[in-house]
């Protein structure tokens, strides 16, 4: 009768091992086996190496005035991997955003993001990923994107069409404080719940949208933007009878209502070509009646959906 092999160290064994997967731990143990039966060696375990993380700069979207998306990707190699890009107006860059995605991980290529505010219209931007483990940092090939350019057609809400300015904004009542007018502008683009006041990004909790060809904007921050001040005394709405009201510094007042295709502003009737549409909790109307009520001008960029209001306050 055949004894089963002893598991002492009599002979020396060895085996090569490949298609491993990096910064893992793996267990094994030797087994050796005759006719008398088998016997197993000792649980051991080696861990691989870390490896440096792959990225890819993939192209920039969601372009605006201010604004952009930067894209890439990164397989982290089994290594937390600290993902971030670089952008800036030449290849030295010079400022960093953390990806949304971060720290990426596992085997598997997954998609990671950053989202860009506060930049110059029709500015050209460079920009690349960064991946950063253990083993190393890495960087993805660089790329650009270009801003979009400040509107220069005037638009007209009630009807989608374009005509050249034929006057500069219009300004309001001379002010009898002593501090000096300014002009402001402030865009605003479908679908995106950021607007901007002279370049300084602000968030909505709606968004613009279109409906029947026209751009309707939410009350409410079209009148901050056109200075109302956004507090109780100078916002109102009434859900009971579907009524928005704003009053200026001065004391004015704006009050449109669902149903309704008639702005009352400063006591006088301003006919609008559509009604007013209540959603979100806000009331949506053309950016147009409010704001040449109150002195001010509106512009339209078709390339960037993005509706621009100046005025002198």
């Known amino acids: 009768m055949t004894a089963p092999p002893v598991m002492e160290g009599l002979f020396a064994k060895t085996g090569v091992v490949t298609g491993?997967?990096?910064?893992?731990t793996y267990h094994y143990q030797v087994i050796a086996?005759?006719?008398?039966?088998?016997?197993?060696?000792?649980?051991?375990?080696?861990?691989?190496?870390?490896?440096?993380?792959?990225?890819?700069?993939?192209?920039?979207?969601?372009?605006?005035?201010?604004?952009a998306t930067l894209n890439g990707t990164v397989s982290a190699n089994n290594a937390d991997t600290a993902v971030s890009f670089e952008y800036g107006p030449t290849t030295a860059y010079g400022s960093t955003i953390t990806a949304l995605e971060n720290p990426a991980s596992g085997m598997t290529a997954s998609s990671a993001t950053a989202s860009l505010s506060g930049l110059t219209p029709g500015t050209v931007y460079h920009f690349r990923i960064k991946g950063l483990n253990t083993a190393g940092t890495v960087y993805g090939d660089d790329m650009i994107f270009t801003t979009l350019?400040?509107?220069?057609?005037?638009?007209?809400?009630?009807?989608?069409?374009?005509?050249?300015?034929?006057?500069?904004?219009?300004?309001?009542?001379?002010?009898?404080?002593?501090?000096?007018?300014?002009?402001?502008?402030a865009t605003?683009?479908?679908?995106?719940?950021?607007?901007?006041?002279?370049?300084?990004?602000?968030?909505?909790?709606?968004?613009?949208?279109?409906?029947?060809e026209r751009v309707l904007i939410p009350q409410k921050y079209l009148g901050i933007a056109l200075g109302i001040p956004d507090d109780k005394d100078h916002i109102f709405?009434?859900?009971a009878t579907g009524t928005a009201t704003l009053v200026t510094t001065a004391g004015k007042e704006a009050r449109c209502s669902t149903g309704s295709m008639i702005l009352i502003f400063d006591g006088k009737n301003i006919q609008m070509d559509v009604e007013p549409i209540a959603q979100d909790g806000h009331i949506f109307l053309?950016?147009?009646?409010?704001?040449?009520?109150?002195g001010g001008s509106v512009s339209w960029n078709d390339l960037t959906k993005t509706v621009t209001v100046k005025i002198v306050r």
Not at 56 to 67: F, R
């Open 286 to 294: 053309p950016a147009r009646f409010l704001t040449e009520a109150m």
């Open 20 to 24: 491993l997967q990096p910064n893992t």
């Open 33 to 67: 086996q005759n006719d008398g039966g088998s016997a197993s060696g000792q649980d051991k375990s080696f861990t691989t190496s870390a490896i440096t993380p792959v990225v890819k700069t993939n192209a920039a979207s969601a372009l605006s005035l201010y604004g």
């Open 237 to 239: 709405w009434d859900g």
């Open 149 to 185: 350019p400040l509107p220069t057609d005037e638009y007209s809400p009630g009807t989608n069409s374009y005509t050249t300015p034929s006057t500069t904004v219009s300004q309001q009542p001379a002010s009898t404080e002593s501090e000096p007018e300014a002009e402001y502008t």
């Open 188 to 212: 605003f683009s479908l679908g995106s719940s950021t607007y901007y006041i002279n370049g300084e990004a602000h968030e909505m909790d709606t968004v613009p949208f279109v409906q029947d």
